[in-house]
């Protein structure tokens, strides 16, 4: 029994690797969002130390019931006082490493879920 789509009619994460997403053609390098209905746009953080709430207020402005954090190669929290317009906004906030959150962006927007991925593809020190 078919249960889902061969195809989804929203913006995805077609493969990822370490530091890196393709979403569609295109191979990005640097911290992006991408949202379900199709906004996308760099996330000005390469690393997680650099957070503030100016990034997560961003995300609180596209007004959708989850966003999903990948907090880089490995799993971290962002604090309460950096996620507080989300908070406010009663918005959702689910946090794992980036590639968890590429898979779950993908499942959750493929069901036709109004949410965002938040991944941060951190760069590795020179």
């Known amino acids: 029994m078919k249960i889902h789509p061969d195809t989804i009619n929203v ?9 890196w997403v393709q979403v569609g053609d295109e191979r990005l390098t640097r911290s992006m969002v991408l949202a379900s209905d199709g906004r996308r746009f760099d996330w000005q953080c390469a690393r997680f130390e650099d957070l503030t709430d100016k990034h997560f207020e961003q995300l609180a402005q596209l007004q959708t019931e989850l966003v999903i954090f990948g907090s880089g190669t490995r799993l971290r929290f962002p604090s309460a006082a950096l996620t507080r317009a989300l908070i406010e906004r009663q918005i959702g906030l689910e946090s794992m490493d980036t ?24 760069t590795s020190p020179v």
Not at 11 to 19: A, D, E, L
Not at 99 to 122: I, M
């Open 11 to 19: 913006p995805s994460i077609r493969s990822y690797g370490t530091g």
């Open 99 to 122: 590639q968890a959150a590429c898979r779950t962006y993908n499942v959750l927007a493929g069901e036709g879920r109004h949410v965002a991925v938040a991944l941060l593809l951190e």
